[in-house]
């Protein structure tokens, strides 16, 4: 086991380089589900090497549940400096759990609230709300595909094309499940902050992702980038934010410029020999070596408690 279970605590500093390309030298899709998988999979493995190591810790605490037999010194020396790392890992993987528990009850609640305000109106998968108050955005369903939710106060600052353009965006939102991502890249960020980066992107390129739905079924991006803008500048400051949103905070003026620019290569891949490319095999690579770094420490933890535990 030995220093190879702290590996998956670090391994997440390699997305770091992708995290920072990908928004500009990728498709927006394939960016986001690069940055998806590769946080996935880091948090997990991250969050596994914690529950490994505060298996050492609680092991030598008194009146723990475990058998006696885990606390002796061939399983406390299976991890260097077991005194101080297997007891900092209980209470640091405690605060991972609190952590996504958290976000996951804030999320649930943000949806049931919104459902409420939707109650007794037309079950359309579009619905207008008489406010003032300028907003856009989508409520994932459970076995339907969801609604988009504006307000008259939105609609009335867009001109027919750009109300294309946001129903265009907000419905990528809704046949894409955006929102899936945006839970797992939040989830992941929760359980190694050095993930936070790659949480950032994957706002931004769902975001992105959507514009480009919107101006290819527009077809015209002058539009698309015009409704964008002025989306942002009606919006309130403080949107939902664990929704996907026409008015997303970020960087609208990137967003911006992406569509008064060519439209992005469709590539599932970028090629390996560029800065994007490399970054993104670095950031494959720190998921691989994180997952089979688990997977080593996971097996060999379980042998050693499977010896030391009595028949």
Same mark, same amino acid.
């Given at each position: 086991?030995?220093?190879?279970?702290?590996?998956?605590?670090?391994?997440?500093?390699?997305?770091?380089?992708?995290?920072?390309?990908?928004?500009?030298?990728?498709?927006?899709?394939?960016?986001?589900?690069?940055?998806?998988?590769?946080?996935?999979? /880091?948090? /997990?493995?991250?969050?596994?090497?914690?529950?490994? /190591?505060?298996?050492?810790?609680?092991?030598?605490?008194?009146?723990?549940?475990? *058998?006696?037999?885990?606390?002796?010194?061939?399983?406390?020396?299976?991890?260097?400096?077991?005194?101080?790392?297997?007891?900092?890992?209980?209470?640091?993987?405690?605060?991972?759990?609190?952590?996504?528990?958290?976000? /996951?009850?804030?999320?649930?609640?943000?949806?049931?609230?919104? %459902?409420?305000?939707?109650?007794?109106?037309?079950?359309?998968?579009?619905?207008?709300?008489?406010?003032?108050? *300028?907003?856009?955005?989508?409520?994932?369903?459970?076995?339907?595909?969801?609604?988009?939710?504006?307000?008259?106060?939105?609609?009335?600052?867009?001109?027919?094309?750009? $109300?294309?353009?946001?129903?265009?965006?907000?419905?990528?939102?809704?046949?894409?499940?955006?929102? $899936?991502?945006?839970?797992?890249?939040?989830?992941?960020?929760?359980?190694?902050?050095?993930? %936070?980066?790659?949480?950032?992107?994957?706002?931004?390129?769902?975001?992105?992702?959507?514009?480009?739905?919107?101006?290819?079924?527009?077809?015209?991006?002058?539009?698309?980038?015009?409704?964008?803008?002025?989306?942002?500048?009606?919006?309130?400051?403080?949107?939902?934010?664990?929704?996907?949103?026409?008015?997303?905070?970020?960087?609208?003026? %990137?967003?911006?410029?992406?569509?008064?620019?060519?439209?992005?290569?469709?590539?599932?891949?970028?090629?390996?020999?560029?800065?994007?490319?490399?970054?993104?095999?670095?950031?494959?690579?720190?998921?691989?070596?994180?997952?089979?770094?688990?997977?080593?420490?996971?097996?060999?933890?379980?042998?050693?408690?499977?010896?030391?535990?009595?028949?």
């Amino acid at each position: 086991m030995g220093v190879f279970v702290f590996l998956p605590l670090v391994l997440p500093l390699t997305a770091w380089p992708v995290a920072r390309l990908a928004g500009h030298h990728l498709h927006p899709r394939a960016a986001t589900k690069i940055l998806t998988v590769a946080g996935a999979v /880091l948090g /997990l493995c991250s969050t596994l090497s914690l529950g490994l /190591l505060a298996i050492v810790g609680t092991a030598q605490l008194p009146g723990n549940p475990l *058998p006696d037999s885990w606390s002796d010194p061939e399983v406390r020396e299976a991890v260097p400096r077991h005194e101080v790392v297997g007891e900092a890992s209980v209470a640091v993987l405690a605060a991972v759990h609190v952590s996504c528990a958290l976000l /996951l009850l804030r999320h649930r609640r943000i949806r049931r609230q919104v %459902r409420r305000t939707l109650e007794g109106l037309p079950a359309t998968r579009i619905a207008v709300l008489p406010d003032v108050l *300028p907003y856009a955005h989508t409520v994932p369903g459970g076995r339907d595909r969801g609604r988009i939710v504006v307000s008259t106060g939105m609609l009335e600052g867009l001109d027919s094309g750009e $109300r294309r353009a946001l129903f265009a965006h907000e419905r990528a939102h809704l046949d894409r499940c955006h929102h $899936r991502y945006l839970l797992v890249a939040g989830l992941a960020a929760r359980a190694n902050p050095f993930l %936070r980066p790659l949480r950032s992107v994957v706002a931004y390129t769902v975001e992105r992702w959507a514009d480009e739905e919107a101006a290819r079924v527009v077809g015209d991006r002058r539009v698309t980038a015009h409704a964008v803008a002025k989306a942002a500048l009606l919006a309130p400051k403080t949107p939902v934010s664990t929704l996907p949103a026409f008015a997303a905070p970020g960087p609208v003026p %990137r967003r911006v410029a992406a569509l008064l620019g060519p439209a992005p290569a469709v590539r599932t891949w970028p090629p390996t020999f560029t800065a994007v490319g490399l970054a993104v095999w670095a950031a494959v690579g720190g998921a691989v070596l994180s997952a089979m770094s688990s997977a080593n420490s996971a097996v060999s933890m379980i042998l050693i408690l499977h010896a030391a535990t009595p028949l």
